[in-house]
């Protein structure tokens, strides 16, 4: 059984710093891309980072040049660091991991999505 299990979230002032991670755990094979979305009450949920096996970064215009997202994969954990932080970025964060797992009986098993349970990060003064 594979699970994401995430932490780090909060209330912080704008222009404001705040970490998150998210730790892969279970019978997993593989590792292939992870990555972050976020939730605002009323609105849908939208993608913000992702990084591949290889550590290639991509993020949306919204976060671009204030969120980082890195990755150890000898952890099978992802993190978000979040600088200068808006009001705006108010939302619950989920991680997202692309993996494989492996069967009970150690074979490779099939490949699918993984979510996190969300983690609540408030932007406010």
């Known amino acids: 059984q594979v699970q994401l299990v995430e932490s780090g979230g909060g209330l912080v002032q704008p222009g404001g710093s705040l970490g998150l991670s998210c730790e892969a755990s279970?019978?997993?094979?593989?590792?292939?891309?992870m990555g972050w979305y976020r939730q605002a009450p009323g609105k849908q949920r939208e993608w913000g980072a992702g990084?591949?096996?290889?550590?290639?970064?991509r993020y949306a215009n919204s976060v671009k040049g204030r969120f980082t997202i890195s990755r150890d994969n000898a952890k099978n954990t992802e993190y978000l660091q979040m600088n200068s932080l808006k009001p705006e970025d108010t939302a619950v964060y989920y991680c997202?991991?692309?993996?494989?797992?492996?069967?009970?009986?150690?074979?490779?098993?099939?490949?699918?999505?993984?979510w996190g349970q969300g983690t609540q990060v408030t932007v406010s003064s």
């Open positions: 997202n991991a692309d993996l494989r797992a492996t069967t009970p009986g150690g074979a490779r098993g099939s490949r699918s999505e993984y």
């Open positions: 279970g019978s997993i094979s593989s590792i292939y891309s």
């Open positions: 990084i591949s096996s290889n550590g290639i970064s």
